[in-house]
């Protein structure tokens, strides 16, 4: 892999933190990173996954931290500018049903805080530590810095009925679009990733604890291949799988107030 900095008896391993990644495409990515060598960091607010991954995968470092809490958020970001990291990965994330279910206040709170305001704060941090990384390192095309973050498919999609979660990913995918352009001069790479559904546990538990009827849904396996690819190839904006991909382009295409009938009509099914 192009962007994976080898690692030799001369040079300490790459570091990768990845912010959800206690379960689901972070955990994923994680053990995936950590196979290609990679040292690798996770952030989670759940002490009992967070011990499991203690026990399981020991060379796995680590952080417990509520992304609702600013405070606490920037104690740990702090905390974690003293060590180097040549990647970081945004994977946290929260989602209620809103065509389902009422939106109550600390759903909203959630929503907004995990999938906008905790990735605004942590996409700033790792934007001033690695800018400061690259003045001082010889970068080449095996060495650059990259962030990315986990939106969704639905925030590719612009339309009236957007409910808050998917307003959150397009904001998400809209500044790591900046971001991407912001640090260019600095020669560090932005990805963001927008799939479609992925069989997760979470997913599960949304669902009865059955997510197969989602169309087009992939493995998370799948999913992790789909996001290196993206990230070795420099994807600003990579969206799959490649059915959704189709599905969604065409759907924005479509006047506003038709694909609002259409998402209304098709979506608002609860069984």
């Known amino acids: 892999m192009k962007n994976l900095i080898k690692s030799t008896s001369a040079h300490k391993p790459s570091h990768l933190i990845v912010f959800g990644g206690t379960s ?4 994923a990515l994680a053990l995936h990173h950590q196979v290609l060598g990679w040292q690798v960091s996770v952030v989670g607010h759940s002490v009992e996954k967070i ?20 405070a606490q958020t920037q104690t740990l970001v702090d905390n974690l500018s003293d060590i180097s990291f040549q ?12 065509r389902i279910h009422h939106l109550s206040q600390a759903d909203s ?6 999938n906008l305001q905790a990735f605004e704060q942590v996409f700033r941090w790792a934007s001033e530590q ?5 003045q001082l390192l010889d970068m080449d095309k095996n060495s650059r810095l990259s962030i ?5 498919i639905a925030g590719t999609m612009e339309y ?9 990913k397009r904001a998400m995918i809209a500044t790591a679009s900046a971001y991407r352009a912001a640090l260019a001069p600095y020669h560090i790479q932005v990805n963001c990733i927008a799939s479609g559904y992925i069989d997760t546990q979470a997913l599960r538990d949304l669902n009865d ?14 999913a992790v291949k789909h996001v290196m690819q993206a990230i070795d190839d420099d994807v600003e904006l990579a969206v799959f799988p490649r059915s959704m991909r189709y599905i969604t382009r065409a759907l924005n295409h479509l006047p506003k107030p038709v694909l609002n009938w259409i998402l209304r009509s098709k979506l608002d099914k609860t069984t």
């Open 87 to 98: 990647r970081v990965i945004y994977s946290a994330g929260s989602y209620t049903n809103e």
């Open 51 to 70: 011990a499991h991954i203690n026990s399981q995968h020991p060379d796995i470092v680590t952080h417990c931290c509520d992304l609702t809490d600013s």
């Open 160 to 168: 009236p009925y957007a409910s808050l979660y998917a307003k959150s």
């Open 130 to 134: 690695m800018k400061r990384q690259s």
């Open 109 to 114: 709170d959630k929503i907004l805080t995990i």
């Open 24 to 27: 689901g495409l972070g955990l």
């Open 148 to 152: 990315i973050c986990i939106a969704s």
């Open 209 to 222: 604890g059955d997510a197969s009827h989602k169309p087009f849904i992939i493995n998370t396996q799948t």
